[in-house]
């Protein structure tokens, strides 16, 4: 079994729901707390073991490629005035190898992953969402890769939903369940309440073999008239195995004015710098 070194971020969308902020700034370099929402899911990414980060940008997007260079300027300013770096690196995890392709035509999540093709080439590859912030420890896609060293095949990170929220989701189809683990039977795109083959959602992380970049060639659309990747994914259950795992981690659907919020002060109640001060103004 091939390790999972490479890691996809679809970061090419508008983020028309976060407007006016995603005017001129990409909803990924908004901050929650004190960086920006990119760099949780690469740090989540670094730690589960991800070498290779391949993001898939758009127009107004280079920002999100500069982020991860280093600022000589200032480093350079911060030497200077004797002042301590960290700020500039909170992770100091390093980053790896980041590679840029772009999506050229919005036509959809399963198109922005077929634009990765030529890097992730025979490879299995991690996906993640950065909209879907997740917050575990150890984070979200290392409890995916562990469970990817025994499972092996395809697996999706999956949460139960609320049964009017179906249609803002994929939804697995459940086989046998043991644990947190759920076999995959079938999966559908953004169904409506009453055809959802159940509540369990799928969010923003998944470990994928490569053939399902076969299956987004063909450039079928689904659901909203995009090509998704639900249904490039649904092409592959029976030809290899499939699951559902449901990790220990709390979502933020950042990609959403309540969950911005909500995630700002979920995070700032965990910094230690400031949680009183916001516990103290929510409690008033
Ligand atoms: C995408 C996927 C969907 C998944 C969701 C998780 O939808 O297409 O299957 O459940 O992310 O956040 P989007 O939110 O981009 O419409």
Known sequence: MKP?????????????????????????????????????AVDEAREAGVEQLIFVTGRGKASLVDYFDMAYELERTLDDKGKDKHSLDPSRSGYGELVSV???????????????????????????LPDDLMVGRPGALKQMVDAYEKLGGNIVCAQEVPAD??????????????????????MVEKPDPADAPSRLGI????????????????????????????????????????HAIKVDA????????????????ALGMEDP??????RAYLNR
């Open 203 to 242: 969010v923003g992380r998944y470990i994928l073999q490569p053939e399902v970049m076969e299956k987004l060639a063909a450039h079928e659309t689904g659901a909203g008239g995009e090509i998704q990747l639900t249904d490039a994914m649904a092409k592959l259950i029976g030809t290899q195995p499939f």
């Open 4 to 40: 999972v070194r490479k890691a996809i971020f679809p970061v090419a969308g508008l983020g028309t729901r976060l407007l006016p902020a995603t005017k001129t700034m990409p909803k990924e370099m908004l901050t929650i707390v004190d960086r920006p929402l990119i760099q949780y």
């Open 102 to 128: 772009r999506q050229q035509q919005p036509l959809g999540l399963g198109h922005a992953i077929w634009c990765a093709r030529h890097v992730t080439g025979d490879e299995p590859f991690a996906v993640l």
């Open 273 to 278: 710098a400031i949680a009183e001060t916001i």
């Open 165 to 186: 929220k179906t249609s803002s989701y994929g939804i697995v189809d459940p086989g046998m369940s043991d644990g947190h683990v759920t076999e995959v039977k079938g």
């Open 250 to 265: 709390v979502r933020h659907d950042c990609g959403d004015k309540t969950g911005f919020v909500l995630a700002n002060l």
